[in-house]
């Protein structure tokens, strides 16, 4: 089976460079949207998923690191990494207090940046994997993501993939707000009003799977999301 393509979003105004940019890394099997300012990067991150963004700082519109603070509301974990014509100290260490995972100035090689690009997502793919084996106690049930299973007594319910994904963001974020845009943009893909309605059935079947312990409940936080209050 073929491996499914790493998608990059690529945010850069120099129509040349973009696209020498955006040919090399297709050529290097990443699957790359361009676009040449920071508001149409935006629309392009809340439509699609992507497993990467590579910004210029310098943009119309919206800047790099305005768009950045954008997408880290939407998804705090995607990688981030800062192209720049500016050296100065101050803007690289704006850069990483927005949660950068590199920042490379202008010129620069290409091939540096396939090797960068190439060693965060593999250290991000291996985050992941760690997390795929985390299990949680959530009151009188266990939940096991890798496997799918909640378990209760000596019953198993075993879940579908989407239940599975949804339930295992609100456990990583037990009693804590999980934001409505962030779960439909990981597990949708995109927060459009049909995903928002197909994830509001998939809370409801999950409130009945955990029914059997009152203390268990998944809240609904009216314009922002859900909390699964659990002991």
């Known amino acids: ?19 020498v940019l955006k040919n090399y890394l ?15 990067g935006l629309a392009a991150f809340q439509r699609e998923k992507f497993d990467i ?12 690191f305005t768009l950045a603070e954008e997408i880290r509301d939407v998804d705090p ?31 620069f090689d290409s ?20 997390s795929d084996n985390v299990e949680f106690d959530l009151g009188k049930y266990h939940f096991n993501p890798k496997l799918r299973e909640l378990k209760h007594d000596e019953l198993t319910q075993t879940l579908s993939p989407k239940e599975n994904e949804l339930l295992k963001m609100l456990a990583e974020h037990k009693n804590d707000l999980l934001p409505r845009e962030r ?33 268990i409940e998944i809240v609904n936080i009216h314009g922002n999301g859900f909390r699964l209050v659990a002991p």
């Open 1 to 19: 089976m073929e491996d499914k393509k790493s998608k990059i979003l690529l945010c850069e105004d120099d129509a040349n460079l973009g696209m």
């Open 26 to 40: 297709e050529l290097n099997d990443y699957d790359v949207t361009l676009e040449r300012d920071g508001r149409l």
């Open 53 to 64: 963004c590579l910004l210029d700082v310098m943009m119309p519109n919206m800047d790099g």
């Open 77 to 107: 974990d995607i990688p981030l990494f800062f192209l720049s014509a500016k050296t100065m100290k101050e803007d690289i260490i704006q850069g990483y207090k927005l949660g950068a995972d590199d920042y490379i100035t202008k010129p």
């Open 111 to 130: 091939e540096v940046l396939l090797l960068k690009i190439k060693a965060i997502l593999k250290r991000n793919e291996e985050e992941n994997r760690v």
């Open 183 to 215: 779960a439909l943009k990981k597990i949708w893909g995109s927060d459009t009003y049909f995903n928002g309605r197909s994830m509001d059935v998939y809370i409801a079947k999950l409130r009945k799977y955990l029914k059997d312990d009152p203390n």
